[in-house]
């Protein structure tokens, strides 16, 4: 450490002592600084800051122990020494009482005054070293509260439950996540643990517990923690060793895996109706066919063509079904190729309309068709469009009554253009009507049985219309029929009119 | 002979099934959704039972066959689905399941007057 001169403050009203010291102490190097009186030795000391201070005991404005007083309030760090011809027990008490570091007789030599003072200096130093490091310890512990509160918020912050076991089974740590998904409403540290936790767990954790040799890598198991895909916890242990090997605690990081499931529940269950929907026409077409091949059944020539027909039939059916969901998926991944250009809605409309000519004319259907003039263009792929309207006009004319009607109309509304299609056909029940747009879902009774479909041609419309922000809405009545009503942005330039 | 039902919501299925049993000498029933199973089966008092198990509803066969159970109908059931087994979706005859016998389609002739001559045999018609 590089010492600075250390500085030194005579207070003293006697001004040839004042005079004598201070040549003295800059003899030996010191920073010298004198004061007359008390008032002026106080002003000086508490405003500079001196290693030592050497006042005198009498002097006429203020007391040397009132003087000591004040220095000591203010700068507890000067060592200061009392100087006085007049010792008695009594003051150098109270004098060592405030803090003098020492009392020096006048008259007092050379010696015995620097002796005095530079055991004075090296304590104010010793004090200013052991108070900075004292500071600086404080400062780190600190830091390192800081630092674990810090640690403690980041953990209760997390989604993911946090669960610490020691090895004697105790909860040593935990975040509310963790007693959430554990349904837990409190578990004090240090309790044992395990018998609280669901018992999959229970026994993964004492697994590690009771066998650390052969538990050294983190395991994950999931956890139906309530039914019906209600709350499903991925829990991943992981062991903690002791430096020698030994089992510290487990590590349980608990993730919510509630909407993955319920999402790959769904998967399987579309997953099953699809292979189930495609093994359907192969399982009829295949029973035809055998059915031809038995030698028993000695089918007549009529029987068996019919038979073929109905087979390549149910084939057909299967390959629509095939392209249908080709185009869900594609629609589903956005891999769909579109070509966007400006439609007329209502050229479509007619054309759509006209391709089922021969069945609305089989059925005696009415047809009542309505554009409104100069209705605006959309941009959307052609096909796409016409797929969207092929579908619904298809559904009209197929499960509308003999001799019923079909309206089919466009206007603007708003931002939009509307497109109506009402039949009068079978309507759905009340239940059937959430399940409308859902894939593979057809309406079964008593009108609907020689009604042939996919039940992918709704989810296909729903898909089309929610892919260019329009929307559908549809009213049903069972038994009396069904509206439609198809809102499409229009084009942008065309909306602010 | 033996009267067998056949409860199949596809008219496609119960035709040729029909056809191939009757061809073997069987007389055959037959309903396609699982209400009017249920009467035809109270009314005709069947040997066997050959039931599909997505009718209207996804799992109508299994609720059939538990009425059926539950009504004390004892006649062996043979259920078929085309529900495949590789995705996943583990169906079996089970307490849950009441049926003797469970196939997936599409099931050969030969395959099923094999198991439907075995299961009138076990249900001693």
Same mark, same amino acid.
């Given at each position: 450490?590089?010492?600075?001169?250390?500085?030194?403050?005579?207070?003293?009203?006697?001004?040839?002592?004042?005079?004598?010291?201070?040549?003295?102490?800059?003899?030996?190097?010191?920073?010298?600084?004198?004061?007359?009186?008390?008032?002026?030795?106080?002003?000086?000391?508490?405003?500079?800051?001196?290693?030592?201070?050497?006042?005198?005991?009498?002097?006429?404005?203020?007391?040397?122990?009132?003087?000591?007083?004040?220095?000591?309030?203010?700068?507890?760090?000067?060592?200061?020494?009392?100087?006085?011809?007049?010792?008695?027990?009594?003051?150098?008490?109270?004098?060592?009482?405030?803090?003098?570091?020492?009392?020096?007789?006048?008259?007092?030599?050379?010696?015995?005054?620097?002796?005095?003072?530079?055991?004075?200096?090296?304590?104010?130093?010793?004090?200013?070293?052991?108070?900075?490091?004292?500071?600086?310890?404080?400062?780190?512990?600190?830091?390192?509260?800081?630092?674990?509160?810090?640690?403690?918020?980041?953990?209760?912050?997390?989604?993911?439950?946090?669960?610490?076991?020691?090895?004697?089974?105790?909860?040593?740590?935990?975040?509310?996540?963790?007693?959430?998904?554990?349904?837990?409403?409190?578990?004090?540290?240090?309790?044992?643990?395990?018998?609280?936790?669901?018992?999959?767990?229970?026994?993964?954790?004492?697994?590690?517990?009771?066998?650390?040799?052969?538990?050294?890598?983190?395991?994950?198991?999931?956890?139906?923690?309530?039914?019906?895909?209600?709350?499903?916890?991925?829990?991943?242990?992981?062991?903690?060793?002791?430096?020698?090997?030994?089992?510290?605690?487990?590590?349980?990081?608990?993730?919510?895996?509630?909407?993955?499931?319920?999402?790959?529940?769904?998967?399987?269950?579309?997953?099953?109706?699809?292979?189930?929907?495609?093994?359907?026409?192969?399982?009829?077409?295949?029973?035809?066919?055998?059915?031809?091949?038995?030698?028993?059944?000695?089918?007549?020539?009529?029987?068996?063509?019919?038979?073929?027909?109905?087979?390549?039939?149910?084939?057909?059916?299967?390959?629509?079904?095939?392209?249908?969901?080709?185009?869900?998926?594609?629609?589903?991944?956005?891999?769909?190729?579109?070509?966007?250009?400006?439609?007329?809605?209502?050229?479509?409309?007619?054309?759509?309309?006209?391709?089922?000519?021969?069945?609305?004319?089989?059925?005696?259907?009415?047809?009542?068709?309505?554009?409104?003039?100069?209705?605006?263009?959309?941009?959307?792929?052609?096909?796409?469009?016409?797929?969207?309207?092929?579908?619904?006009?298809?559904?009209?004319?197929?499960?509308?009554?003999?001799?019923?009607?079909?309206?089919?109309?466009?206007?603007?509304?708003?931002?939009?253009?509307?497109?109506?299609?009402?039949?009068?056909?079978?309507?759905?029940?009340?239940?059937?009507?959430?399940?409308?747009?859902?894939?593979?879902?057809?309406?079964?009774?008593?009108?609907?049985?020689?009604?042939?479909?996919?039940?992918?041609?709704?989810?296909?419309?729903?898909?089309?219309?929610?892919?260019?922000?329009?929307?559908?809405?549809?009213?049903?009545?069972?038994?009396?029929?069904?509206?439609?009503?198809?809102?499409?942005?229009?084009?942008?330039?065309?909306?602010?009119? | 002979?033996?009267?067998?039902?056949?409860?199949?919501?596809?008219?496609?299925?119960?035709?040729?099934?029909?056809?191939?049993?009757?061809?073997?000498?069987?007389?055959? !029933?037959?309903?396609?959704? /699982? +209400? *009017? =199973?249920?009467?035809?089966?109270?009314?005709?008092?069947? #040997?066997? &039972?050959?039931?599909? !198990?997505?009718?209207?509803? /996804? +799992? *109508? =066969?299994?609720?059939?066959?538990?009425?059926?159970?539950? #009504?004390? &109908?004892?006649?062996?059931?043979?259920?078929?689905?085309?529900?495949?087994?590789?995705?996943?979706?583990?169906?079996?005859?089970?307490?849950? &399941?009441?049926?003797?016998?469970?196939?997936?389609?599409?099931?050969?002739?030969?395959?099923?007057?094999?198991?439907?001559?075995?299961?009138?045999?076990?249900?001693?018609?």
């Amino acid at each position: 450490m590089t010492e600075a001169k250390p500085k030194a403050l005579v207070i003293d009203d006697e001004e040839l002592l004042r005079l004598g010291v201070k040549r003295l102490l800059e003899l030996e190097d010191y920073d010298v600084d004198v004061a007359s009186g008390g008032v002026e030795g106080v002003e000086k000391a508490t405003s500079g800051d001196f290693d030592v201070a050497l006042i005198d005991l009498k002097m006429p404005d203020l007391d040397g122990v009132e003087v000591l007083r004040r220095i000591r309030e203010k700068r507890p760090h000067t060592v200061c020494y009392i100087a006085t011809a007049y010792a008695s027990y009594e003051t150098a008490v109270e004098a060592t009482r405030l803090g003098a570091q020492g009392y020096i007789l006048k008259p007092f030599t050379d010696d015995e005054l620097l002796d005095q003072l530079e055991k004075g200096v090296r304590k104010r130093r010793l004090e200013l070293e052991s108070a900075r490091l004292r500071q600086e310890r404080e400062e780190r512990m600190l830091e390192l509260a800081t630092e674990r509160s810090r640690l403690k918020t980041v953990v209760n912050a997390l989604a993911d439950g946090v669960l610490v076991v020691n090895y004697e089974g105790k909860a040593v740590y935990y975040n509310p996540a963790a007693l959430t998904y554990l349904g837990l409403d409190d578990l004090s540290l240090e309790e044992p643990a395990l018998d609280k936790l669901p018992e999959e767990l229970r026994r993964l954790i004492s697994q590690y517990l009771d066998e650390p040799e052969k538990r050294t890598t983190a395991v994950s198991k999931q956890l139906a923690l309530k039914p019906n895909y209600e709350l499903t916890i991925e829990a991943t242990c992981t062991p903690a060793p002791n430096p020698d090997g030994s089992i510290a605690g487990v590590v349980v990081a608990l993730k919510n895996i509630t909407e993955l499931k319920r999402i790959e529940h769904l998967k399987n269950q579309f997953v099953s109706m699809v292979s189930h929907e495609l093994k359907a026409p192969v399982a009829a077409s295949i029973g035809f066919l055998n059915t031809i091949l038995d030698p028993d059944t000695n089918l007549d020539e009529e029987t068996q063509t019919r038979f073929m027909e109905r087979a390549v039939s149910r084939l057909n059916s299967l390959l629509t079904m095939v392209n249908d969901l080709l185009d869900i998926s594609r629609m589903e991944l956005k891999t769909a190729v579109r070509e966007l250009k400006e439609v007329n809605l209502a050229e479509i409309l007619e054309e759509t309309i006209s391709l089922f000519k021969m069945d609305i004319e089989k059925k005696q259907i009415g047809v009542d068709f309505e554009t409104e003039e100069n209705l605006p263009t959309i941009t959307a792929d052609e096909n796409e469009v016409q797929r969207l309207f092929t579908n619904l006009i298809s559904n009209a004319v197929k499960y509308n009554r003999q001799g019923g009607t079909l309206v089919v109309r466009a206007k603007r509304a708003g931002a939009y253009a509307a497109t109506t299609v009402r039949d009068t056909g079978v309507g759905l029940k009340p239940e059937e009507k959430k399940k409308l747009f859902s894939e593979f879902f057809r309406a079964k009774n008593e009108f609907t049985k020689g009604i042939h479909g996919t039940g992918l041609g709704m989810s296909i419309v729903k898909r089309i219309v929610d892919s260019y922000s329009g929307k559908i809405e549809f009213e049903s009545e069972y038994g009396a029929g069904t509206t439609f009503v198809v809102s499409l942005p229009i084009r942008r330039e065309e909306r602010e009119e | 002979m033996a009267l067998i039902a056949v409860i199949d919501d596809d008219p496609d299925i119960v035709e040729t099934t029909t056809m191939v049993l009757k061809s073997k000498g069987y007389d055959v !029933v037959s309903a396609s959704n /699982p +209400d *009017d =199973g249920y009467d035809v089966i109270k009314d005709e008092s069947p #040997d066997l &039972i050959i039931l599909d !198990v997505i009718m209207v509803e /996804p +799992d *109508d =066969g299994f609720f059939l066959a538990q009425r059926l159970r539950r #009504d004390g &109908i004892k006649t062996p059931i043979l259920m078929y689905t085309s529900i495949s087994k590789a995705t996943g979706i583990q169906y079996d005859k089970n307490e849950m &399941i009441p049926v003797d016998e469970f196939l997936e389609k599409p099931v050969s002739p030969d395959t099923l007057v094999e198991k439907v001559k075995a299961l009138l045999e076990k249900g001693g018609a």
